[in-house]
């Protein structure tokens, strides 16, 4: 299995221009997540997926978009890159651990590296 | 408000030493506690879980502590090695909550030679 994986590794971006980061997981989990690191701050949600077809907004969703059309694959979209978007995109996939009241194991892809210029 | 904070921010010691590293939280209601280890320019992995009723887990060389009464975790090291040079992350879940997952900031750990 090659769990959670991401592409690109890395990109520039100059202000105002879009791309789409891609998220796949083979464990056939159900959940998803995007998430940014940015230095001196813990992971911060940005948006989230708890099944094929639907979204959720998560802490710090503004100027992002997702979606989740297949099971496996998880899109995180950037309309009109800005230079506060610079940081490290982690995309995580986890499914309910039984018996814990809803706890939820994650397991992160590798990330990618953006910076918008 | 939820929050996880972590102590102390960096760490440097030696191989072969032990370190002990903390995490207190804010989050509620409490569903369970994770230490995750990152390497530099990887993701998270997770080191140890626990729910409310444990009050410890190990992992080899990882051993971590929860007082759910304090809010309190840590992560003790034992005999530490050039490889766990990382950031150690403090990670709470709220119950039935996909999304109020709570990050700490992290622990950066150096083990020089």
């Known amino acids: 299995n090659a769990g959670v994986t991401q592409t690109p590794k890395f990109r520039v971006l100059k202000t105002g221009q879009s791309m789409t980061l891609l998220c796949a997981q083979d464990?056939?989990?159900?959940?998803m997540y995007w998430y940014r690191q940015d230095p001196g701050m813990g992971l911060r949600l940005i948006h989230y997926?708890?099944?094929?077809?639907?979204?959720a907004k998560g802490e710090v969703p503004d100027g992002y978009n997702v979606s989740r059309l297949k099971k496996q694959n998880f899109l995180l979209g950037l309309e009109s890159a800005a230079p506060s978007q610079t940081s490290v995109y982690f995309c995580?996939?986890?499914?309910?651990?039984?018996?814990?009241?809803?706890?939820?194991?994650?397991?992160f892809g590798p990330g990618t590296r953006l910076t918008v210029t | 408000k939820n929050q996880v904070e972590q102590s102390p921010q960096s760490l440097i010691i030696l191989e072969g030493k032990n370190c002990t590293l903390q995490?207190?939280?804010?989050?509620?209601?409490?569903?369970?506690l994770r230490w995750y280890k990152q390497d530099t320019g990887r993701g998270p992995v997770s080191l140890t879980i626990?729910?409310?009723?444990?009050n410890t887990k190990s992992n080899g060389r990882y051993t971590a502590t929860l007082d759910a009464d304090t809010k309190q975790s840590s992560l003790h090291i034992t005999a530490s090695q050039l490889s766990d040079s990382a950031s150690y992350i403090c990670?709470?879940?709220?119950?039935?909550?996909?999304?109020?997952?709570?990050f700490g900031s992290g622990t950066r750990l150096s083990i020089r030679p």
């Open positions: 990670v709470v879940s709220a119950y039935s909550s996909a999304s109020k997952i709570i």
């Open positions: 626990m729910t409310f009723s444990e």
């Open positions: 995580a996939s986890s499914y309910p651990m039984i018996g814990t009241g809803g706890t939820y194991e994650q397991y």
């Open positions: 464990m056939n989990h159900e959940y």
């Open positions: 997926s708890v099944g094929e077809g639907t979204t």
């Open positions: 995490c207190n939280y804010t989050v509620s209601p409490f569903s369970n």
